[in-house]
């Protein structure tokens, strides 16, 4: 089975269904930023800082929050960050007895394995107060840092914050914060920005050391790690590819060699307690699976990527079953109305230009040879849309804008996908009004005084239908082939692919039934 994809400007290809997700390339400055003490109330808003800006983070928890947010922590562990341990209740590890010193370590990983699962925990001692008992103890790397932001130094003063961190960064610090400060919180988000822009990639301190080349080992203290001549890339999502056989259908997942793939059934975040993927996933009907690649599940791994199987074959990245566009993206795509983007893509929310809109209509015809070539200005012989154009025109479906231009890449508005698909669908058969509606294609401007279609009497927004488009946008409504949302027509809106797939299906089905 072959995945039909757009590539370059809508050409037609046929490839394998392949669909693959690239980790960052290397070579680029790294930094990890650290936050000690957490989680607590302002936790959340770094969270959606974090994930708004690509950054990655490490959090060294306290034992005794792990019971009161861990939601906070299941979704920081679940956005790809890494947790570590600052033990249970922050004592002095170096004051202690070495028994008491072991149990802070070790009632901290129980509680975060009971929320998170099994883990590598790295070790950040409170107050960074260790030696090599305590090291001893931790049964995994210890962390220290290389830049002390002093936010409890700088109570309530974000920008003194930031702009210390930022006068002492260096390409492989560590640096410290607290996220239990909303000013270091603050702060946070403005180093982010300000190093973002400078090309800083914010990674995990696992990554930090393994993108460097650099194996950690347990019981010793880590600060920083500069550049070495080493470099490796990010972790890559999984790709998929669908293989058949006289045995069935099978979904293959695919990594770099040095990562595991865990998958689990439906659409979600897999941990490392889901399935280890070891050989093809058998597939029958339609079927959606979610899987991450990891070097280390605990702050190492790939985001998450959903990808829908559909019944039949085509892989899908943003389109599943429960969408209400599923159905009609579907048919289009086997029915080779409208392709994909390429990596299962369909960009369900994107508009589409009119040169992708005669392209579709015309395979809906069967793709007519016209003899008389497009006679717009906008339209070489060699473009991917040329046929289709000079078909569209040829058949009256299309007489561009009074410049003498088609404008290809312009956006299509709903009210001239329905003018166009009108025009097409009553060709012959309508003269009068498929010539009135010509003459008046692309010109600006709302409703021309004339009576208002039945079919659109009940939306607020009929007034907005442009006059030409009037008695197309009806007809469309009345037909159920235009979707509404929110109860009105929004006319003048781009259309989105989801949208004109459904208007595609819809059409062809009414044509096939001999309406």
């Known amino acids: 089975m072959t995945l039909i994809v757009l590539i370059a400007a809508l050409a037609v290809l046929c490839v394998p269904a392949r669909l693959f997700a690239a980790g960052s390339a290397p070579g680029g400055k790294l930094i990890a930023i650290t936050f000690d003490d957490g989680p607590g109330p302002h936790t959340e808003r770094l969270l959606d800082a974090l994930k708004a800006r690509g950054a990655k983070a490490t959090f060294f928890v306290l034992g005794q929050k792990v019971d009161k947010y861990p939601e906070l922590i299941k979704r920081a562990y679940d956005e790809g960050h890494q947790i570590?341990?600052?033990?249970?209740?922050?004592?002095?590890?170096?004051?202690?007895?070495?028994?008491?010193?072991?149990?802070?370590?070790?009632?901290?990983?129980?509680?975060?394995?009971?929320?998170?699962?099994?883990?590598?925990?790295?070790?950040?001692?409170?107050?960074?107060?260790?030696?090599?008992?305590?090291?001893?103890?931790?049964?995994?790397?210890?962390?220290?840092?290389?830049?002390?932001?002093?936010?409890?130094?700088?109570?309530?003063?974000?920008?003194?914050?930031?702009?210390?961190?930022?006068?002492?960064?260096?390409?492989?610090?560590?640096?410290?914060?607290?996220?239990?400060?909303?000013?270091?919180?603050?702060?946070?988000?403005?180093?982010?920005?300000?190093?973002?822009?400078?090309?800083?990639?914010?990674?995990?301190?696992?990554?930090?050391?393994?993108?460097?080349?650099?194996?950690?080992?347990?019981?010793?203290?880590?600060?920083?790690?500069?550049?070495?001549?080493?470099?490796?890339?990010?972790?890559?999502?999984?790709?998929?590819?669908?293989?058949?056989?006289?045995?069935?259908?099978?979904?293959?997942?695919?990594?770099?060699?040095?990562?595991?793939?865990?998958?689990?059934?439906?659409?979600?975040?897999?941990?490392?307690?889901?399935?280890?993927?070891?050989?093809?996933?058998?597939?029958?009907?339609?079927?959606?699976?979610?899987?991450?690649?990891?070097?280390?599940?605990?702050?190492?791994?790939?985001?998450?990527v959903s990808v829908c199987c559909s019944a039949e074959g085509h892989l899908y990245t943003d389109v599943f079953p429960d969408d209400w566009y599923y159905e009609c993206m579907e048919y289009c795509v086997t029915n080779g109305?409208?392709?994909?983007?390429?990596?299962?893509?369909?960009?369900?929310?994107?508009?589409?230009?009119?040169?992708?809109?005669?392209?579709?209509?015309?395979?809906?015809?069967?793709?007519?040879?016209?003899?008389?070539?497009?006679?717009?200005?906008?339209?070489?012989?060699?473009?991917?849309?040329?046929?289709?154009?000079?078909?569209?025109?040829?058949?009256?479906?299309?007489?561009?804008?009074?410049?003498?231009?088609?404008?290809?890449?312009?956006?299509?508005?709903r009210q001239d996908l329905a003018c166009m698909a009108y025009r097409y669908f009553t060709a012959g058969q309508e003269p009068q009004d498929a010539g009135m509606l010509r003459t008046g294609e692309d010109t600006a401007g709302g409703g021309s005084g004339e009576d208002v279609p039945e079919a659109l009497a009940g939306f607020p927004d009929a007034g907005s239908v442009a006059g030409y488009a009037l008695k197309a946008v009806g007809w469309a409504v009345e037909n159920d082939l235009l979707v509404t949302p929110d109860g009105k027509l929004a006319p003048a809106r781009s259309a989105t692919r989801a949208e004109t797939a459904e208007l595609m299906m819809r059409f062809e089905l009414m044509q096939k039934s001999g309406y």
């Open 84 to 304: 570590g341990n600052h033990s249970y209740g922050h004592p002095q590890l170096t004051a202690m007895p070495t028994t008491s010193a072991a149990l802070q370590i070790d009632a901290t990983n129980a509680a975060l394995s009971r929320v998170i699962g099994d883990n590598v925990y790295f070790v950040r001692p409170p107050y960074g107060s260790y030696n090599d008992a305590v090291c001893s103890l931790f049964g995994a790397p210890g962390v220290y840092w290389s830049i002390d932001s002093n936010d409890w130094r700088y109570s309530r003063d974000a920008a003194r914050t930031a702009s210390w961190i930022l006068s002492h960064t260096f390409d492989g610090a560590i640096i410290l914060l607290h996220d239990t400060h909303g000013w270091s919180v603050d702060a946070a988000v403005q180093v982010i920005d300000s190093l973002q822009s400078e090309g800083y990639e914010f990674v995990t301190v696992s990554e930090l050391f393994r993108r460097r080349g650099e194996a950690m080992k347990n019981g010793t203290m880590y600060f920083k790690r500069v550049p070495s001549g080493v470099s490796l890339p990010a972790p890559a999502a999984p790709s998929f590819s669908v293989e058949e056989s006289g045995e069935g259908r099978f979904l293959v997942m695919s990594a770099d060699p040095q990562e595991a793939i865990r998958y689990c059934e439906g659409r979600g975040v897999p941990g490392a307690s889901s399935q280890l993927y070891s050989q093809p996933v058998p597939v029958s009907g339609e079927a959606v699976y979610s899987a991450v690649a990891a070097y280390s599940f605990n702050g190492g791994r790939s985001d998450a």
């Open 337 to 413: 109305i409208l392709s994909g983007l390429g990596d299962g893509r369909m960009a369900p929310a994107s508009p589409l230009t009119r040169g992708m809109i005669v392209t579709m209509l015309h395979r809906i015809a069967g793709k007519p040879a016209q003899e008389s070539p497009a006679r717009f200005s906008d339209v070489d012989g060699g473009a991917w849309y040329f046929e289709a154009a000079s078909w569209a025109q040829g058949e009256g479906i299309t007489n561009g804008y009074p410049d003498g231009s088609f404008g290809p890449d312009r956006n299509i508005s």
